[in-house]
């Protein structure tokens, strides 16, 4: 019986807890190279699932961790009876050098709810970032269009079409380099 199940976004099929190494009764590791058939850095999203008819207590969830090389378990999320299915991005740790461990696995355990509370509060501050991220390279490409005549220090005259411009370009940037962002965080 399938306890719960996990998809590598655009890279596996349903891969169910079966498949997992299980450490003890409530804990599940996998290691995500050997499984995803692929370069395990070229794994960057991970849908967990509870599948229907194994429902968790209503105050337990399942976890999400993921350890590159010899790193601590680093939490990407969790799902619950309330929200059963979710897509988290991997982000896998990296060497203190920068560069890319040998191996990377994920880990799933049963975990009370109220237990996550904090560390959901990380991902939603690292989220909250990144959308500070987005809305600054939105303001610095409307700067670039601010004529010499300013009306004021605190008004800004640009292009009518400036948020189609932008997000054109945006999406160009982020095909060629989906992780332009988020190095940037990692290195500031």
């Known amino acids: 019986m399938m306890l719960f199940g996990v998809v590598f976004v655009k890279k596996s099929f349903v891969i169910g ?16 190279g050997r499984t995803a058939g692929a370069s395990y850095h070229d794994v960057r999203d991970v849908c967990l699932f509870i599948p229907e008819g194994n429902l968790l207590d209503n105050s337990s969830c399942l976890v999400v961790y993921v350890q590159a090389g010899n790193s601590t378990w680093e939490y990407r999320g969790s799902v619950s009876n309330a929200a059963p ?25 049963v975990e009370p709810i109220a237990d996550t ?6 991902v939603l501050g690292s989220k909250e970032e990144f959308a500070k991220r987005v809305a600054m390279d939105l303001f610095r490409y409307m700067e670039s269009f601010q004529a010499a005549t300013a009306i004021s220090a605190e008004q800004m005259v640009v292009p009518l079409n400036i948020l189609d411009r932008w997000f054109n370009k945006f999406q160009d940037k982020f095909r060629r380099d989906p992780d332009f962002l988020t190095r940037a965080a990692e290195k500031s």
Do not use: C, Y
Not at 17 to 32: E, G, I, K, M, Y
Not at 87 to 102: A, H, I, K, M, Y
């Open 17 to 32: 807890s079966d498949a997992f190494t299980r450490v003890d009764p409530t804990h599940w590791t996998l290691d995500v």
């Open 85 to 109: 299915s979710e897509v988290f991005p991997l982000q896998w740790p990296l060497n203190p050098d920068g560069s890319l461990p040998p191996n990377a696995q994920i880990g799933v355990s």
């Open 117 to 122: 509370v904090g560390k959901e509060q990380h």
